[in-house]
Nanobody, 115 residues
Framework: QVQLVESGGGLVQPGGSLKLSCAASGSIFSINAMGWYRQAPGKQGELVAQITSGNPTYYAESVKGRFNISRDNAKNTVYLQMNSLKPEDTSVYYC?????????WGQGTQVTVSS
């Protein structure tokens, strides 16, 4: 079983920054992808950013140039640095890990961008 624990969400003013972390633990086999999704109430879920083995890093158009995803392989941790935050970035952010055995999700962390 794989557990994902997210942290770093919170309330921030427009233009501010937050850094999300997602630490994976448990029986992890050959990670294929780690990334971040978000879903706001009444809106469709969106893949925000993802690191996939053998492929270019993906960013949603809405966050390109503002968000940066990175991964610490030794710690099985993925980060999402979010800069120049906008009210429309308000959402619950979910971490996702895909390995050779399964597809795992974190519990979500709330990000609220408001003045």
């Amino acid at each position: 079983q794989v557990q994902l624990v997210e942290s770093g969400g919170g309330l921030v003013q427009p233009g501010g920054s937050l850094k999300l972390s997602c630490a994976a633990s448990g029986s992890i086999f050959s990670i294929n992808a780690m990334g971040w999704y978000r879903q706001a109430p009444g809106k469709q879920g969106e893949l925000v950013a993802q690191i996939t083995s053998g492929n270019p890093t993906y960013y949603a158009e809405s966050v390109k140039g503002r968000f940066n995803i990175s991964r610490d392989n030794a710690k099985n941790t993925v980060y999402l640095q979010m800069n120049s935050l906008k009210p429309e970035d308000t959402s619950v952010y979910y971490c996702r890990l895909v390995d050779s055995r399964g597809d795992y999700w974190g519990q979500g962390t709330q990000v609220t961008v408001s003045s």
